[in-house]
């Protein structure tokens, strides 16, 4: 079964402080790899797609990179603006394009 | 430019009612998805419209039905309102079957 698996669930950082999400990945066929950010009741903000292994992607603090089982999403010297949940989504060639998403993470930046 | 804009933002429903919610999709885009979106998980699959047909279906019953217009607007109804319907219903629109643009959701509660 096709699946989107995230971790950490959440994570806590001082601002300043570096760190790295990952979203691991089953499916067969990889078409696109997506990043998105959701803030608290708000709809996700699209950041990145990534399509073929090897590829990486940056915008300001963040950079994503892929491999055939998962994508890290880098960030670099987070300030608290940063602090949201980032999810990571997936879609198929085999599945007819339907899109996965993983639970997210969340992520909180202490001042 | 207008994004995706969803309506109403908020509603109460009660258990076994209908309801009906709509969403615009940001200019130039013809594909219209939804997808419901539980506290503390990711969003989930509901289906998306293109050329006003249903091209793909995630794992939701009858009960879930949808709408596009010729001016690529969408409705998504629910009917026999289950508790358990309580989430963010979020609308995203793109000019392909790629993740797309996301409105800011409509939270139904339902009572």
């Known amino acids: 079964e096709d699946q989107v698996t995230q971790s950490p669930e959440a994570l806590r950082l001082q601002e300043g402080e570096s760190s790295s999400l990952n979203c691991s990945y089953t499916?067969?066929?990889?078409?696109?790899l997506f990043w998105y950010r959701q803030d608290p009741g708000k709809g996700p903000e699209f950041l990145f797609t990534?399509?073929?292994a090897g590829e990486e992607k940056e915008k300001e603090r963040l950079k994503a990179t892929l491999t055939k089982k998962e994508s890290f999403l880098h960030i670099t010297a987070p300030k608290p603006e940063d602090s949201a949940t980032y999810l990571c989504?997936?879609?198929?060639?085999?599945?007819?394009?339907?899109?996965?998403f993983g639970k997210g993470t969340r992520l909180h930046i202490l001042p | 430019d207008a994004g995706v804009t969803q309506s109403p933002t908020h509603l109460i429903k009660t258990r076994g009612q209908q309801v009906t919610l709509r969403c615009s999709p940001k200019?130039?885009?013809?594909?219209v998805s939804w997808y419901q979106q539980a506290l503390g998980q990711g969003p989930q699959f509901i289906f998306q419209?293109?050329?006003?047909?249903?091209?793909q279906r995630g794992n939701f019953p009858d009960r879930f039905s949808g709408h596009q217009f010729p001016n690529y607007s969408s409705e998504l109804n629910v009917n026999a309102l289950l508790l358990g319907d309580s989430a963010l219903y979020l609308c995203?629109?793109?000019?392909?079957?790629?993740?797309?643009?996301f409105g800011s959701g409509t939270r139904l509660t339902v009572v």
């Open positions: 499916v067969s066929g990889l078409r696109g």
């Open positions: 990534l399509y073929s």
């Open positions: 419209y293109y050329e006003e047909e249903e091209r």
């Open positions: 200019s130039g885009h013809d594909t």
């Open positions: 989504a997936v879609t198929s060639f085999n599945r007819d394009d339907k899109i996965i």
């Open positions: 995203a629109s793109s000019p392909s079957t790629q993740a797309g643009t």
